[in-house]
């Protein structure tokens, strides 16, 4: 019902930052909380970050708390994910997340962007 494309991801050094997108197209008034999730290479995926509808609520995982931050601008219809102090455990590809609550979830995702890579080397 909703299409998420991610962008921004690529190659950064450690402790060095980047800027995820992610655009909505098609069905969005479906959608209210969104999300981030990664998964590593040879790993589950694991949450990362969400928000509310309107962007003013947020969770983090404790591995990104403090370093990662989730926005969103609902005028244009896209996600934000601002990465700073990047390691090399957070090598992953990242997707975009649509969820149907209105409070930011961790779990229940039912829409998904293709994924965007990125890798933090040492």
């Known amino acids: 019902q909703v299409q998420l494309v991610e962008s921004g991801g690529g190659l950064v050094q450690a402790r060095g930052s980047l800027r995820l997108s992610c655009a909505a197209s098609?069905?969005?008034?479906?959608?209210?909380?969104m999300g981030w999730v990664r998964q590593a290479p040879g790993k589950e995926r694991e949450f990362v970050a969400a928000?509310?509808?309107?962007?003013?609520?947020?969770r983090y995982a404790d591995s990104v708390k403090g370093r990662f931050s989730i926005s969103r601008d609902n005028a244009k219809y896209t996600l934000y994910l601002q990465m700073n102090s990047l390691k090399p455990e957070d090598t992953a590809v990242y997707y975009c997340?649509?969820?149907?609550?209105?409070?930011?979830?961790?779990?229940?995702?039912?829409?998904w962007g293709q994924g965007t890579q990125v890798t933090v080397s040492s």
């Open positions: 928000i509310s509808m309107i962007g003013t609520g947020t």
């Open positions: 098609g069905r969005t008034s479906s959608y209210y909380s």
């Open positions: 997340a649509a969820h149907r609550s209105l409070v930011p979830s961790t779990s229940g995702f039912d829409s």
